[in-house]
């Protein structure tokens, strides 16, 4: 379980949207990629130094165990990630077993470079067609990992025709850390405000092959910023991960 929560920080089986027939892609796909990084890395920049109320259920159905937090996200001017948990309903064992292990693994995989990025060394982009997002056109691109590796996935990248900021991703991790975890797959969620695109929720399954499917859902509340804020000391995701410290029931 631990290990499923490293590697879906991404993170629900992808549901079927009808799009527009393929046809030859507005501009070749290498050109949309670079401006699809050229925009995310301006993102990047525009969100640090803001925080945001998030909403984190989790369940494992076949134990009937389900857990929700309610939590505030912040990302310092460096890029550092915390979470302050708000309060917290529901069994213990997914509190400290599922949503700690995944905000773990969120702030830890936002300590260093990636290497499994959305980026041309990592995936191959093919261009599927055109699709009708929130009233705005999008394009669709298929991803294909160049490499069967831990912590990539096949699926479909959404971007917005005007900004190239992504509106959605989705797919199935093409390799299990474990021979515990069977299937994973996500979908996630962006809407764009002022410019940039700001996740709007995450949902993700896992076949496991003794506790069934786990399920964990996120929702993104209102975004802002607060030039006074960005702390770079404590690490209270970190601190919730392993006692579930700032909890108000």
């Excluded at 773990?104 to 936002?110: D, L, Q």
């Excluded at 509106?167 to 850390?177: A, N, Q, Y």
């Excluded at 499917?213 to 991960?241: C, H, M, P, R, W």
Aim: hydrophobic share 35%; with cysteine; charged share 25%.
């Amino acid at each position: 379980m631990k290990l499923f929560l490293s590697f879906v920080l991404a993170s629900i089986c992808t549901t079927s949207t009808a799009f527009s027939e393929p046809k030859a892609p507005p501009l070749p796909e290498d050109q949309m990629v670079s401006r699809y990084l050229q925009a995310t890395q301006a993102q990047a920049s525009a969100l640090r130094g803001g925080s945001e109320e998030v909403d984190i259920d989790a369940a494992v159905p076949k134990y009937k165990k389900q857990g929700k937090l309610h939590a505030l996200r912040s990302i310092s001017k460096l890029g550092k990630i915390t979470y302050k948990a708000l309060g917290f309903s529901g069994d213990n064992v997914v509190k400290t077993e599922v949503i700690a292990n995944y905000l773990k693994a969120e702030v830890e995989a936002a300590q260093g470079p990636s290497t499994v990025a959305l980026t041309p060394v990592n995936y191959k982009f093919k261009f599927k067609g055109t699709q009708v997002w929130n009233g705005r056109q999008v394009y669709v691109l298929h991803l294909n990992p160049r490499e069967k590796k831990v912590g990539l996935f096949k699926g479909e990248l959404w971007l917005d025709s005007e900004t190239y900021m992504p509106v959605r991703e989705s797919g199935s991790f093409v390799k299990s850390p474990s021979f515990m975890l069977k299937k994973m797959q996500f979908v996630r969620d962006y809407e764009l405000q002022n410019g940039v695109s700001l996740p709007q929720r995450t949902e993700s399954r896992v076949e496991t092959r003794f506790f069934g499917n786990v399920e964990l859902n996120i929702n993104y509340l209102t975004f802002s910023k607060d030039n006074s804020q960005a702390s770079t000391g404590s690490d209270e995701a970190e601190a919730l991960a392993d006692t579930g410290a700032g909890d108000q029931q």
